[in-house]
């Protein structure tokens, strides 16, 4: 049982409407796995990592299943700690948008009557850490009889922070006829044992590793903070004067975010999801080929059905969800016998997926240096100097040198020229 797209679900249009808006395409492969079991009221092991789609894995049949008729807290999401409960409940919320539904995160360090006064109000998802959850359970705020599901999200480490006997306590609280999900990203002993107490008939699902081949290419990845992305993209392209790019971004909003990035500092940019009609992608695609376009952005679902030779570098722009979508995503490059580049940007919670990539793909990728600005700018001055070199070494100068000799005067030397050209010559190379 696995849902290829989004519509195959049946969600409720308000839900459908967030997603898109989110802008995603399809579902991960952890979320076509996950989520269809889970609409239909099983228990469900999900073996997943962040950065696999997890949180929507379980929140988006969870935001299906609340009642919008009771305030009563129907969904109980455990999370090891603050930021992430603060994560999910920023992710709920987004696919919350148009369902209307109470989230409230509860979590230790933040003001216990504040998180009270939320509860009195009602919470229909409340996601909390095990400590302060118990905490409210104690001074009987938090009313669990009418929780239908209960999430257990990144469970290891709950469990190697020293929550079991917590959730243990929460679990046995709460009304066996409750639906219970569990996401992990290791399985070891004391997990399976709570999935057998706790957890009714599970289903295990988990994304499954498959090795394949990377053709032969120069592999790299680069460290940064995502803020970061958007200058690093363009001194990558400055830096290499690549000509010919296709830079992939997970979500369709993304696309069209740095797309109007690039337009607006002058690359010849456009993008390609899965929102356009035909007569538009082919369009895009002509100019593509035609170089008028040098970088292309997409989706991977827009990606699919491209064939285009002769792209320079391709660009990961946001990391890949699996394994095998890298694949897909750089054997775009390097084809008619020419080595292809591919360049990746990993922040520091992605790192994981590159080792894992390396792993099953059995290649090597190149940690690099994020190329400062200086960087960029030297490395346009220097192809400047080369071509200024060749230029002068070419000759057939006399009508330039003639030209150079009229605007030289008393204020203005011929190194006075020179330099301004040097500037104009760089600004303009953006
Ligand atoms: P998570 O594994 O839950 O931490 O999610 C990692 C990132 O993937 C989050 O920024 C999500 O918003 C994003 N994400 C979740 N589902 C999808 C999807 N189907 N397509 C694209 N991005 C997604």
């Not at 995603?24 to 889970?38: G, L």
């Not at 369009?283 to 320079?312: C, H, P, Q, W, Y």
Request: net charge neutral; charged share 25%; glycine share 6%.
């Amino acid at each position: 049982m696995e849902s290829s797209t989004f519509t195959d679900l049946n969600l409720s249009r308000n839900l459908e409407k967030a997603i898109e808006e989110l802008g995603f395409e399809e579902p991960t492969p952890i979320q076509a796995q996950a989520i269809p079991h889970i609409l239909e009221g099983r228990d469900v092991i999900g073996q997943a990592q962040t950065g696999t789609g997890k949180t929507a894995a379980f929140g988006i049949p969870a935001l299906e299943m609340v009642n919008p008729n009771s305030k009563k807290t129907q969904v109980l999401v455990l999370c090891p700690t603050r930021e992430l409960a603060n994560q999910v409940a920023d992710e709920l919320g987004k696919l919350a948008k148009y369902t209307g539904t109470r989230i409230l995160p509860v979590y230790g360090g933040q003001s216990i009557e504040r998180q009270i006064k939320g509860l009195r109000r009602g919470a229909q998802i409340v996601i909390g850490t095990p400590g302060r959850i118990m905490d409210h359970i104690e001074r009987r705020t938090l009313d669990l009889s009418t929780v239908e599901m209960v999430v257990l999200d990144e469970a290891d480490e709950m469990l190697d922070m020293g929550f079991r006997e917590d959730i243990e306590s929460i679990l046995s609280s709460i009304s066996m006829e409750r639906q219970t999900i569990l996401f992990s990203a290791t399985m070891p002993a004391p997990i399976m044992k709570l999935t057998k107490n706790y957890q009714q008939n599970p289903v295990l699902v988990k994304t499954i590793h498959k090795v394949v081949t990377v053709p032969n290419m120069e592999q790299s990845y680069f460290e940064l903070k995502h803020h970061m992305k958007p200058d690093v993209l363009c001194r990558m392209i400055d830096i290499y004067d690549v000509k010919s790019s296709l830079v992939f971004c997970n979500t369709k909003k993304m696309v069209d975010e740095l797309v109007t990035t690039l337009k607006t500092r002058g690359y010849l940019a456009d993008g390609l999801h899965g929102d356009m009609k035909q007569n538009q992608r082919e369009k895009v695609m002509a100019s593509f080929r035609n170089g008028e376009i040098e970088t292309l952005v997409a989706t991977d679902v827009a990606a699919r059905g491209i064939d285009v030779e002769n792209i320079e570098v391709v660009f990961n722009y946001d990391m890949p969800q699996d394994e095998e979508s890298y694949v897909h995503r750089i054997g775009r490059t390097g084809r008619a016998g020419r080595q292809g580049v591919a360049f990746t940007f990993v922040t520091a919670k992605e790192i994981y997926k590159i080792k894992s990539i390396q792993k099953y793909t059995r290649t090597k990728i190149k940690c690099q240096k994020v190329p400062s600005r200086s960087d960029a700018e030297d490395f346009k001055a220097s192809m400047l100097e080369k071509r200024l070199k060749e230029t002068i070494a070419e000759g057939h100068l006399g009508k330039y040198v003639h030209w150079v000799e009229k605007i030289v005067d008393e204020d203005c030397t011929s190194m006075d020229v020179a330099a301004g050209l040097v500037k104009m010559m760089l600004a303009e190379n953006r």
